[in-house]
């Protein structure tokens, strides 16, 4: 059965962080939380009662920084990131086909999904996938640096989140038009870059796309490798 | 057992909007609807593969006009609204106590807390309450125009909503802060405005809030009686 996440959203950076919570325990997991709204997040926690068991990275971002770290110190959360994106100090380094359980009963499976890095995990949870910057609504994440592959995000998408039921809820990392939420079968028929699209053609379509270098990369990256937390820390 | 609705926002008026989805039907509802994010809206259903049921509406709003009318004609949803809303062309008229039905076996309990207006209403559904701007996350709607009373508020908020279990989960029409949800339990004993408040000095406070008068009141609140749509359609 379908359970909603909690969405959040950062303004600044255009990022979604997800709360997960379940029937029967008041455990949650959070994914992809960013660091100026550490705040925002245990005020949530708080205020739902909800302990909280993971935080979930779906890859070691370029545009904003994680307040990972900070959560697991403060809630006593383990911190589950992809076993490939270089976060040493995580104590869950996932790969793909692990499966991480929280609550009373509940899995997440992990899928790996490269081509936006090469770590890249998307997550399966009671119908939903949390795709990253692997797949967005209507589009998927850039492929030009960070250890990037227009062919390995094409096979990601097409192959493994493609093969998922249509009616699979899509919650992205990102989105920049005001839209929350897609299904599988949505982006395989319409996905403005990736349905019915040949490999081929969607190696020159990223290849083409040009775009700037994201201000933060050179802060971001290796501050998210260690989870947010200053270096040394 | 607790079903999170998809809630999405509005930058401009700072509403949520509400998709209510539940397991066994394509069936949903949707609560608040703002007139300019009705393409929005209409992704999300088709993305979803949702057919509209009803359209709700809390009350008559002030700061924004509601898509109501032509989510209905383009969806053949029903249009439920408070009876004490003056919110004519709408085919149920909901009063307290009500039940509304949707999806395989689904029901939304209609609960009426006058306060913000008169006729405000808050729904119930799956262990969450849809407050409207009765309750708010930390605060509570204005109560000095469209037929406000702060003593039908206290009543409300205090007698009728904090009655509710304390893990139900709030879901506020407006949030100024970036919150997105809460919890009545939380509420009942933190909300700065009505936790731990007598009647009487929740009157003083809300009299000597001294707020401006709503840019769009006099457009919004007849266009909102009559659904979003123009007079005389
Ligand atoms: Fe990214
Ligand atoms: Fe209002």
Redesign the interface.
């Known amino acids: ?9 950062d ?1 600044e950076s255009s990022t979604f962080t997800y709360i997960l ?1 379940a ?1 029967g325990s008041n455990q949650a997991v959070i994914i992809d939380p960013v660091d100026h ?1 550490l705040e ?1 997040d245990l ?2 926690l ?4 909800l302990q909280l068991a993971l935080v979930l990275e779906t890859h070691a971002h370029a545009d904003h920084v994680t307040s990972a770290g900070r959560l697991r110190a403060l809630t006593g959360a383990q911190a589950a990131v992809p076993s490939g994106c270089g976060i040493a100090p995580a104590e869950l380094q996932l790969n793909d086909g692990d499966v991480l359980r929280f609550g009373y009963a509940e899995e997440i499976r992990v899928l790996h999904t490269p081509g936006h890095t090469a770590g890249s995990m998307s997550y399966l949870w009671r119908g939903n996938v949390f795709t990253g910057d692997t797949l967005l ?1 209507d589009g998927c994440g850039r492929t030009d640096f960070q250890s990037g592959s227009s062919d390995a995000l094409y096979d990601s998408v097409t192959g493994k989140l493609f093969a998922l039921p249509d ?1 699979t ?1 899509v919650w992205p990392a990102h989105d920049y038009k ?6 599988i ?2 982006e395989k028929r319409h996905n403005a870059r990736l349905a019915n699209r040949s490999r081929e053609d969607f190696r020159i379509l990223m290849s083409e796309l040009k775009l700037a270098k994201p201000k933060l990369i050179d802060i971001a990256v290796p501050a998210n490798q260690n989870l947010g937390l200053p270096h040394g820390a």
Do not use: C, K, Y
């Open positions: 059965m379908n359970l909603n996440p909690i969405q959040l959203f303004t919570t029937p709204q925002r005020r949530h708080e205020r739902l009662g609504i009616d809820r005001g839209q929350a939420v897609s299904t079968g949505w």
